[in-house]
C-alpha cells in the first residue's frame, strides 16, 4: 500500500458584488468581483452584461452595489494505492473498500478482513437498511 494523498480540508473564498432590490431585501443581482470589488467583464455575456449595467445606472431598483464574501470548507479525501495496483478513495472514515477485497480506514490503513472483525464491528443487514419490524405500541 502506498499513500498517494492525505486526505485535507480545503478553504474556499469568493467574492460577489451585491445589488438588492429596494422592494424586496434579499432579492436582486449578483456579480462575481474580487476582494475590493472589481467585477471582471470580460468574462460576461449579454444579458449579465446588460443586468450589471442596469443595476448601476439605476435602471433596476436596487440599492448600491457593496461586496459579499462567499467562504466554506470541504475535505478533499486521500488516495492510497492498494497492493493490487488500484486507487482507493479514503471517503469514509471507517471503513473504505477496493474492488479487490481489502479494506482501508479514513487513514489509510490496511484493515484486516471482515471474517477477523469482533462481533461489535459487524453491521447486521437491519441495522444498515432500517429493517426494524413495525413498532406496535399495543404489544
Not at 442596469?54 to 475535505?75: D, F, M, T
Not at 479514503?90 to 481489502?102: E, K, M, P, T, V
Request: hydrophobic share 30%; aromatic share 12%; net charge negative.
Amino acid at each position: 500500500m502506498e499513500i498517494i494523498r492525505y486526505s485535507k480540508i480545503i478553504h474556499h473564498v469568493e467574492w460577489e458584488m451585491v445589488f438588492d432590490l429596494l422592494d424586496s431585501p434579499g432579492s436582486g443581482y449578483s456579480f462575481p468581483c474580487n476582494e475590493v470589488g472589481n467585477i471582471n467583464t470580460s468574462n460576461m455575456q449579454g444579458l449579465g452584461l446588460e443586468n450589471l449595467r442596469k443595476c448601476q445606472e439605476g435602471v433596476y431598483p436596487v440599492g448600491l452595489g457593496h461586496i459579499q464574501k462567499l467562504a466554506w470548507n470541504y475535505s478533499e479525501p486521500g488516495i492510497v494505492k492498494c497492493d493490487c495496483g488500484l486507487r482507493v478513495y479514503l471517503d469514509d472514515s471507517w471503513a473504505n473498500s477496493c474492488d479487490c477485497g481489502r479494506e482501508y480506514s479514513g487513514n489509510g490503513q490496511l484493515l484486516a478482513p471482515r471474517s477477523q472483525w469482533g462481533e461489535e464491528f459487524i453491521v447486521q443487514p437491519e441495522e444498515d437498511y432500517g429493517l426494524y419490524p413495525p413498532y406496535n405500541p399495543g404489544e
